[in-house]
C-alpha cells in the first residue's frame, strides 16, 4: 500500500538558518503529494501541494519539488523564523479506485527555532 | 477553500462511555474524512464518509466502535464508543476540495479516564 517516511525529527535551528525536512513516498499510481502544518494548539493547515512530476509548490518562502524519479518531495525554506515552529507532515492522495482522496501521512517531523 | 468547525473542540470522558463529534462545513461537499491523531503520533485515517452511502472503513476500525452518520451533504458526526484511555487522541474531520486537496477541522480533544 502506500506509505509517506518523513526524516527524523526533531528539528531545531536557529533564526535565518535554512530548512531542509526529507519525504519519500511509496504509491503504486501517480498521487499528489502534500505538506501540512501543524501550529501549537491548531489544527491541520495546507502549507504547499503537488499534482504531478515536476511541479513545485512554494507557500510562504516553503518550497517542494515532486520528484518522480527519487520518490521525493523534500521541504526546504532559505531562512526560517521563530514562526515557523510547528509540527510539518508530508502526505500523498490516492488518485483512483475506492480510497480516492484518501490522504496517506507521514510520521510528522517537529521544527522548532530559536532566535 | 472550505471552512469547517467541530464540536466539541475539547472533551474529558470516562470509560465505558461514548462520545459523538459534529463535524460542519460552510459548503456542499461530497466526500468527507475522520482521522485520528494519537498524542505524539501522525494523522491516521478512520473511515471515508459520502452523503447517501455506508462509511467505509480502514483497516483497524469497525463499524460498531466508530459509528459515523453522514445525513447531509454538509454535515457528519462520528461515535467513539464504550471509550478506553487508549481511545484518548485528537480527531480530525476533513472535506476533499479542490485537485484533491483536503481541508482539515479544528480537531476535538478527547481524554479518557
Known amino acids: 500500500g502506500d506509505s509517506v517516511t518523513q526524516m527524523e525529527g526533531p528539528v531545531t535551528l536557529s533564526e535565518e538558518a535554512f530548512l531542509t525536512i526529507n519525504c519519500t513516498y511509496t504509491?503504486?499510481?501517480?498521487?499528489?503529494l502534500f505538506w501540512y502544518v501543524q501550529y501549537p494548539g491548531e489544527g491541520l493547515q495546507l502549507l504547499l501541494k503537488a499534482t504531478k512530476a515536476d511541479d513545485k509548490g512554494s507557500n510562504k518562502g516553503f518550497e517542494a519539488t515532486y520528484r518522480k524519479e527519487t520518490t521525493s518531495f523534500h521541504l526546504e525554506k532559505g531562512s526560517v523564523q521563530v514562526s515557523d515552529s510547528a509540527v510539518y507532515f508530508c502526505a500523498l492522495s490516492d488518485q483512483g479506485g475506492t480510497s480516492y482522496g484518501k490522504l496517506t501521512f507521514g510520521q510528522g517531523t517537529i521544527l522548532t527555532v530559536h532566535p | 477553500s472550505a471552512v469547517i468547525s467541530q464540536k466539541p473542540s475539547r472533551d474529558i470522558c470516562q470509560r465505558g462511555t461514548s462520545l459523538t463529534i459534529q463535524c460542519q462545513v460552510d459548503s456542499q461537499v461530497t466526500m468527507m474524512f475522520w482521522y485520528r491523531q494519537q498524542p505524539g503520533q501522525s494523522l491516521t485515517l478512520i473511515a471515508t464518509?459520502?452523503?447517501?452511502?455506508?462509511?467505509?472503513?480502514e483497516s483497524g476500525f469497525v463499524i460498531d466502535k466508530f459509528p459515523i452518520s453522514r445525513p447531509n451533504l454538509t454535515f457528519s458526526t462520528l461515535t467513539v464508543s464504550n471509550m478506553s484511555p487508549e481511545d484518548s487522541s485528537i480527531y480530525l474531520c476533513s472535506v476533499g476540495g479542490l485537485v484533491e486537496t483536503q481541508y482539515f477541522g479544528p480537531g476535538t480533544r478527547l481524554l479518557v479516564l
Open positions: 464518509a459520502n452523503q447517501g452511502s455506508e462509511a467505509t472503513y
Open positions: 504509491a503504486t499510481g501517480y498521487p499528489s
